[in-house]
């Protein structure tokens, strides 16, 4: 069996997505930037790097909390030009809580229909 490039769920992921929820709408737009890990540290990339079907991991930032919503695993479904689309495929039950308590807050941007919380969109 010929062994590609392509990285595998079980495989650490190579990039990081630090980035901060700025929109809540039909899906979660995000701002950040896109780090790849490398032997000697990280490298600030450019979201071209990607491409669907790599995996990820994402440091998704909600205002006015100290910590981040550590998402584990993410599949990147699409690339264009400086946004990516990815699908959460591994956050901690309480992570998700957290993430579903922000975004119904009262303060929350409300819409007619539920964001979904297992898509983003990120702009890098």
Do not use: Y
Request: proline share 4%; charged share 25%.
């Amino acid at each position: 069996m010929a062994q590609g490039t392509q990285q595998t769920w079980r495989d650490s992921p190579k990039f990081t997505i630090d980035c901060v929820l700025a929109n809540v709408h039909r899906q979660l737009e995000a701002d950040g930037c896109v780090l790849e890990h490398l032997e000697a540290g990280c490298k600030l990339i450019t979201p071209d790097h990607l491409r669907a079907g790599d995996f990820v991991k994402v440091q998704l930032w909600l205002e006015g909390e100290e910590a981040f919503i550590d998402i584990r695993l993410a599949e990147v479904r699409r690339v264009h030009e400086h946004w990516i689309a990815v699908e959460v495929i591994q956050v901690s039950p309480n992570d998700r809580m957290r993430l579903k308590r922000f975004i119904d807050a009262p303060a929350a941007i409300h819409i007619d229909e539920p964001a979904l919380i297992d898509h983003l969109l990120i702009r890098a």
